[in-house]
């Protein structure tokens, strides 16, 4: 595949993937659900999952994840997310890491057993570790600094909150295994390019147009 | 992968760890609605008596700078202070973070110079650490 084609693919999910935590988790948030459970396994896990199957590539998922991270941290109304741009930096980089060990043909996966599986064991893989990195992280670069006895007593909420993102994995990895079908070089560049813009274009649109109310402004 | 045999085993302990966990932390859960602030029990309440409230923002709230130095804690520039919410989360916070910070009436705390990670909702505890 062309690598142009790639790294427009990491742009148009990445920017999907920012969206989403940009505009779609604070409304989670607002409604008081587990916005960080459902948004690791419904986009996270989804659209990585999803990358590797339309692209079959490895090294998406990290770009993915430092576009929407970028568009997290820089959100330019949006005040200071900067435990939420970690955690989605990390995620990427923690997918890479589960599933540079998952051949990229996915033939070994084709009982349903397995696809739940490994639904589970990363989308609660890339949740924990996540948000351990995030809590180690995030006092490190503010002002407060890091605790090691805060991190141990957390522990337990993060392992408790990270079921339900296992539970998404697992539902979601069947369904996303129907894509790998999906061959993403066969659509033609002329559609290909601008549909893939106009999309990402209009994510960052609404993130920035959408800050100033989502800031209170 | 290679031990793709092990996954369906990892998946099922992963699941295990989950429930295991959610079952400890709600065993756990403190119900209490006073905030326990240097071993000592308070009612929201009795902050307003207390202290003057102020506004960060949106936020409006009680200053903990100004509740630690009403409790009488000795040389308050020289502690960390750890905050707890009932769910067993927690964050160290120094003098200065403090000084910043306040409590709302919601038990909730807002630091405008911290992360959103330092909002801890129903506090239960504020241990003023060594």
Known sequence: ?217 | MRNIRALPILAIIVLMVGVGSSIYVNSQKNSSTSITINNEEYCVSQFSEMVEEKSIEADAGFPLDQLINKIGVASPETHEYTIIGSDGYQKTVTWENMQAGIITKGRESVFPDLPKAYRIKEIVEIKVEE
């Open chain 1, 1 to 217: 595949m062309e690598k142009k084609k790639l790294i427009v693919g990491i742009l148009v999910f990445g920017s999907l993937w920012g969206f989403a935590e940009c505009v779609i988790g604070p409304l989670l948030r607002n409604a008081n659900l587990p916005a960080g459970a459902i948004m690791t396994g419904v986009f996270a896990f989804g659209l990585m999952a999803a990358s590797r199957m339309f692209y079959k590539v490895r090294g998406m998922a990290l770009g993915m994840g430092l576009v929407a991270g970028a568009m997290r941290l820089f959100n330019p109304f949006g005040g200071c997310q900067l435990c939420s741009g970690i955690a989605i930096m990390a995620e990427g980089l923690l997918f890479e890491l589960i599933w540079s060990r998952v051949p990229m043909a996915l033939d070994e996966f084709s009982s349903l057993t397995n696809k739940i599986s490994l639904g589970i064991v990363t989308s609660y893989g890339i949740y924990v570790l996540g948000y351990v990195i995030t809590q180690v992280l995030t006092p490190m670069v503010s002002a407060a600094g890091f605790y090691f006895g805060n991190l141990v007593g957390i522990l337990p909420q993060i392992l408790a909150s990270g079921l339900l993102a296992a539970v998404i994995g697992g539902v979601m990895a069947p369904v996303l295994f129907f894509l790998r079908d999906v061959d993403i070089s066969r659509i033609r560049n002329q559609v290909y390019y601008p549909v893939a813009f106009g999309i990402s274009a209009f994510c960052w649109y609404v993130v920035v147009s959408n800050s100033p109310w989502m800031a209170g402004i």
